[in-house]
């Protein structure tokens, strides 16, 4: 589903996993300076939308997730994961609930897998789950600015700290932004998008993750996991790891080399010494930091060390410390703070 924001003037397609929507609209070095000097919106319609019903939607997905749910107040927002049996990252969910249905977006095609998941085990529950992606798509606003501002026909807000991102009638996709642009916002693609992301040290899931990747390892531990609730799957492997140990791997923010016009690409080695020791995740040009990318590496690489990112030289920066898990207590770094400056 193209987006019909592709029609703006100077709208150049984004690739894959981005494909559907801009990569910019001809600067995407001033549409970063336009969110961070004030606020701006970011066409995000190619990700998915889930919607559930029933009485018993919030106490199913308390009972499946990571998160604490099942006292849900209407218009709070949350992020959820869904484990393996491993503990491992199967699902990445950013959800709401108005009190009557629970809205959920997740990455671009991963929807039909979660509702296969969800559908497995709904078993007797009064709970009904749907793909909506062809009625209703996905804003992203952020900035300093953004939060006296939302789309005037959104059915839906979902927070973060880094955006909020407003499920509007598809049908209306365009009028929203119109809507949007003409209160001030800055119209910013994917690229400038991903580079405030990447700064901010926000893993996407798909892109900074694989199928071995654990909570702790993302920084998901202090934003998608509730560690007094009760039994889910995969809880073990959370509970272990954050009372008696650490995880195998940390994210790391990267700051490359830039004599070289070039980014690392998607799971290009990280190597120290020779040796491989993690793999790239996402990578972008920040208009102040310059190139920048997220990497998972091992956890016991010196945090001062220089690395070589798919042959790039490339400086560290502590997102997931090296003592994360083993009950300390760590306040994951955010290296470039919140966009809207708080969470729900």
Not at 53 to 69: A, E, F, K, V
Not at 301 to 320: C, K, M, N, R, S
Not at 327 to 342: E, K, Y
Request: charged residues 20%.
């Amino acid at each position: 589903m193209d987006s019909p924001l592709l029609a703006e003037p100077g709208a150049v397609p984004a690739e894959a996993p981005d494909v559907g929507v801009a990569a910019h609209y001809g600067d995407p070095y001033a549409e970063q300076r336009g969110i961070i000097a004030s606020w701006g919106v970011v066409d995000a319609s190619h990700r998915h939308v889930i919607r559930i019903t029933g009485r018993d939607r919030l106490s199913w997905l308390h009972s499946l997730t990571t998160q604490h749910l099942e006292q849900l107040a209407p218009g709070a927002s949350a992020e959820a994961l869904i484990l393996d049996p491993q503990g491992r990252v199967e699902h990445q969910l950013s959800l709401t609930d108005d009190g009557e249905v629970t809205w959920v977006h997740v990455e671009p095609g991963a929807a039909p897998a979660l509702l296969e998941f969800l559908t497995s085990m709904r078993f007797m529950l009064r709970v009904e789950t749907g793909d909506v992606s062809g009625e209703y798509a996905v804003l992203a606003i952020l900035g300093k600015d953004s939060e006296a501002h939302l789309a005037p026909g959104a059915a839906a807000t979902v927070r973060n700290s880094f955006e909020t991102n407003v499920i509007v009638p598809r049908a209306a996709l365009a009028d929203e932004v119109a809507a949007l642009r003409g209160a001030g916002a800055t119209l910013a693609g994917t690229w400038a998008h991903e580079a405030l992301r990447i700064a901010a040290g926000r893993p996407r899931m798909g892109l900074d993750t694989d199928h071995r990747s654990i909570p702790h390892e993302l920084g998901w531990i202090d934003t998608a996991v509730h560690l007094n609730k009760g039994c889910y799957r995969g809880q073990e492997t959370v509970a272990r790891v954050h009372n008696l140990g650490h995880p195998p791997r940390r994210l790391v923010l990267l700051h490359l080399d830039g004599s070289e016009d070039r980014l690392p690409a998607h799971g290009d080695p990280v190597r120290l010494d020779g040796a491989d020791i993690g793999f790239v995740g996402s990578a972008a040009r920040h208009y102040e930091l310059g190139p920048i990318a997220l990497a998972l590496v091992k956890r016991t690489a010196p945090v001062d060390a220089t690395l070589l990112a798919g042959g790039l030289p490339a400086a560290q920066e502590v997102i997931v410390p090296p003592d994360a898990g083993a009950n300390v207590q760590v306040t994951f770094r955010r290296p470039r703070g919140d966009l809207i400056g708080r969470g729900r």
